[in-house]
Every structure is written in C-alpha cells, then in structure tokens.
C-alpha cells in the first residue's frame, strides 16, 4: 500500500461518523466528504480532513492521492425514497457512478460501495450472495443499480478493486444518531413511552448488525488481499442476527430490564428476508461482536445522561422534510438568492 488515504462519502452520517473513527484508530488519513445534513459531530484529529459538499457535484481534487474510497453517501431509508424518488435516483446511483468513474480514473486502489441487504425484498428461505434480488422500494432499487454499475465498470477492465457490501438493518448507538432504525426506534419507544412501536405485523423477517461491527467489515476490505475481495458481493451480518420483528421486541425489553409493552402501527410490512452471512465470516474472518440487548441498554443509558437527545434531526424522513420547509420558505423571500 503506497498510501494510507481514503475518501469517505457520506462520512459524517449513521454509519460514516462510527466508520470514520474506526479508520483513524486504523491509522488511516480521512477525508469525509458530507453535506452535513445532521450536524458535523467529529472532533479534530490531525488524520481528519472535512470538506463540505453535494456528492452529486464532488469535485475530482479529492480523490488524488486516495488508496480506498468507502462510498456511503445516500439518501436514507424506505420513507425518504418514496417521498424523493427523483433526487434518491440522482443522488443513491448516479451520483455513485460518478464515484465510481473518478475513484477509477484516478487509479484509486479499492472503492467499497455501502449497499442493503433490502435489494433481496421478500424472499422464501435464507438468502446467499447468489440469491436473485427483489428489490421492492425505490432506495432499494437505486442501491442494485449503484451495484450493477460499479460492477459494469469492473467488466470494463478497470485496474480498481472493487467490492460490495449488502448490510443489514444497522442499529446501536452512534455521533449521528437515527431512531427511525428499528432496534433505536423501539428502545426509544420504550424508554419514552414504555411501548415499543411495531411494524405489522411481526411476523416479518430481517437481518441485523450494529453500526461498530458493519463499520469493522469496510476495515477488513480495506486489509484484504485484492483477489479475495474483487468484484465481490459480501453480505454483512451474522447469522445469529435473522429475527422476526416481535423477537426483537423481546430482545430490546430484555436489554431494558422493562415488560414487553407493544403496539402495531402502518402497514403490513411486506420486506421480509433473512439472509446468509457465510461468506463474509469464511472468506475475511468477520464476527459480530455486539447484541441487540446490550446496544439497547447503551442507548438508553446515553439517553439518561443527557448525551443523547432524540431531537427531530434523529429521524431522517422528518428532518428531509423540515429541511424542504426551509428551501421553500427560502425561495419565497429571497428570490435573488440572499435574505438581506
């Protein structure tokens, strides 16, 4: 490796702000480039650049000189791709591909897409890397098509390293918190209201991680040997971690130390999957290290100490909402492009 640099995308987000601090202890240098929708949490490292910037317009400066480039910049969620399908679209694919294209052009050594296990849908059985995909929602889809291309460009003869990671619905305590995630969503419930909200109608599947252990597995591509991980899909997870929704209930009030108080809200939820996680464990040694109850437990315990606040900025879909308040308003009284 000639260079410890990586770009990350969307560094400052859910993900990125735990992944960012995995890098640096890595002994990485980090350039995180975000709008910085949700706040910029970092404190100052002397490994730690900022640059504040739309993914869709990221200029190509940044990428000399880079050895990974870790691309999580998204739009995020189900909720939020429906309401913006376009800009979901512009900013989860193609704006990806205009990534991928500049990463490899500028002999950028590996380039990892932060991708969903949700591109499987509803699916019978329990799904490996080869299992067709069924993506059911607009942020799904984008993610398959951010995949197809990247792995288009491998097809091309490009000398990058590629690899994508399917993760599984992340939960557990981060800098840019999310309580619109299901485990955060119901210990917040509980913690609030001593009622855990639920999807209809529980039954329904899906896989899981916490953000440190998906955060671990960007790390391990990064250290991989390159024959190990081009041009592959990993799915991220453990095996351990396929639960029904009202399973996972049961974990978050045990993690509580609270009776099990649930209500059903919506929908039925129609994304029902659980996942195999063998590869990733066999071919880059990868284990989970945390659990449901024990992240539970640490996310109420920053929200006694006042550490954590689920202000409207916590949940994604409301706070694009209220920043599309401010864009209106904008608009209406500063048509030349100021205010005063």
């Known amino acids: 490796m000639t260079s410890r640099k990586v770009l990350v995308t969307g560094g400052a987000g859910y993900i990125g702000s735990i992944l960012v601090q995995e890098l640096l202890l890595a002994g990485y240098e980090v350039c995180v480039y975000d709008r910085f929708f949700f706040g910029n949490n970092f404190s100052q490292h002397p490994n730690l650049t900022t640059v ?3 993914v869709r317009n990221i200029p190509e400066n940044l990428f000399s000189n880079v050895f990974g480039v870790l691309d999580l910049a998204a739009l995020s969620n189900d909720p939020s791709g429906e309401m913006m399908p376009t800009k979901t679209l512009d900013i989860n694919y193609r704006a990806r591909r205009r990534v991928q294209e500049l990463a490899s052009s500028n002999k950028v050594s590996k380039y990892i897409l932060a991708s969903s296990c949700s591109v499987y849908g509803f699916q019978d059985g329990v799904l490996d890397e080869t299992a067709s995909v069924n993506p ?12 197809e291309a990247a ?3 491998a097809k091309k003869g490009t000398d990058m ?3 994508i990671l399917r993760q599984a619905t992340v939960y557990g305590l981060s800098p840019r918190m999310r309580f619109d995630l299901a485990i955060n969503g119901m210990t917040l419930g509980l913690y609030q209201d001593g009622v855990i909200p639920l999807m209809r109608d529980g ?3 899906r896989p899981f991680v916490h953000v440190r ?3 671990k597995a960007f ?3 990064l250290d991989a040997k390159r024959e190990i991980v081009n041009q592959e899909i990993f799915n991220v997870g453990s095996d351990a971690q396929n639960f029904q929704i009202l399973q996972l209930a049961e974990l978050v009030a045990k993690g509580l130390g609270k009776p099990l108080k649930y209500e059903f809200y919506g929908e039925v939820d129609v994304r029902s999957y659980r996942v195999n996680f063998e590869k990733i464990a066999r071919v880059l040694d990868f284990k989970t290290t945390h659990k449901v109850e024990s992240a539970a437990l640490e996310i109420s315990q920053a929200l006694d100490k006042g550490d954590l606040v689920p202000d409207i900025r916590t949940k994604t879909l409301q706070w694009y909402q209220e920043l599309e308040k401010w864009n209106n308003r904008i608009k209406q009284v500063a048509p030349d492009g100021f205010i005063l």
Request: proline share 0%.
């Open 136 to 147: 059911l929602t607009t942020y799904a889809s984008a993610n398959l098509l951010a995949e």
């Open 219 to 221: 790390l391990k591509v």
């Open 161 to 163: 390293c590629i690899t």
């Open 52 to 54: 504040q910037g739309d």
């Open 213 to 215: 252990d998906t955060s």
């Open 151 to 153: 792995l288009t460009l």
């Open 203 to 205: 039954s329904q599947w």
